[in-house]
């Protein structure tokens, strides 16, 4: 069993990345990555809120929970966020070499990055390894990547589409598929690194600094999402541990 603190009702992963990647390696299954603003989703969300419960293994990505963790509650938790998490898999993967990699991205633009990069890092994804996920709604029930998977039969998938749909997808594909892949839930990370969105350079990353770098490059589109994480001091502080009530419809 891997060791975990719970927080609004997520067993949040406490070892290092290392760890954390040897962990799905090892046993398959999806990880999921929560990033600050992905919190007001529990309570808004029940397919969202299943899947984060149902994962596998969960990284503390949020430098603003793990902050409010610390002053709200006196508590500590490692943390992991997905940018840290994707680069040390891919260095895993290829050094290792361990199995066949399939990449989900949220547009023909992500794929083309990712394919060029691959072929620039000699690393192995196909065109057909990457598929162009459509824009899902509240379902994301998807059988033609859910047969493409089952023909292609990847050890590695790569889910890189994005908060909210992302974990919903993961949950799905480990329901459905007939075999047990690690699926990666690492949202914007896969795009740091193919030249999809703009970097993020390490120092940044270290010193919870990613979403600074991010609302300088595209205020509009991550003003509004820093919004929904303005509700994070408010759940720590009242549920702490506890997974927060759906909100009365």
Not at 140 to 160: S, W, Y
Request: glycine share 8%.
């Amino acid at each position: 069993m891997a060791s975990s603190v719970q927080i609004l009702g997520i067993r949040f992963f406490t070892g290092d990345v290392d760890e954390a990647v040897a962990l799905i390696f090892q046993r398959g299954g999806f990880l999921v990555a929560p990033s600050g603003t992905c919190f007001a989703r529990l309570r808004e969300d029940e397919m969202y809120r299943r899947a984060v419960l149902a994962a596998d293994l969960v990284i503390a990505d949020s430098g603003l929970m793990v902050i409010l963790w610390r002053l709200l509650r006196r508590k500590s938790v490692q943390r992991i966020s997905g940018l840290k998490y994707l680069k040390h898999l891919l260095a895993k993967l290829k050094r290792e070499g361990t199995g066949e990699v399939f990449g989900v991205v949220p547009s023909e633009r992500a794929r083309q990055k990712l394919i060029d990069w691959s072929r620039r890092e000699a690393f192995s994804i196909s065109m057909e390894n990457c598929y162009v996920a459509p824009r899902y709604g509240l379902e994301t029930e998807d059988r033609n990547l859910l047969a493409l998977i089952e023909q292609r039969r990847p050890a590695q998938v790569i889910v890189a589409i994005g908060s909210g749909a992302q974990e919903k997808l993961g949950h799905y594909l480990r329901e459905n598929l007939s075999y047990r892949p690690a699926i990666h839930c690492i949202g914007a990370a896969l795009g740091f690194i193919t030249g999809d969105q703009p970097a993020i350079p390490d120092w940044a990353d270290r010193f919870y600094l990613g979403w600074f770098c991010r609302l300088f490059a595209q205020p509009r589109i991550f003003i509004p999402r820093l919004s929904r994480a303005s509700e994070l001091p408010w759940l720590i502080w009242k549920y702490g541990e506890k997974l927060p009530p759906m909100r009365m419809k």
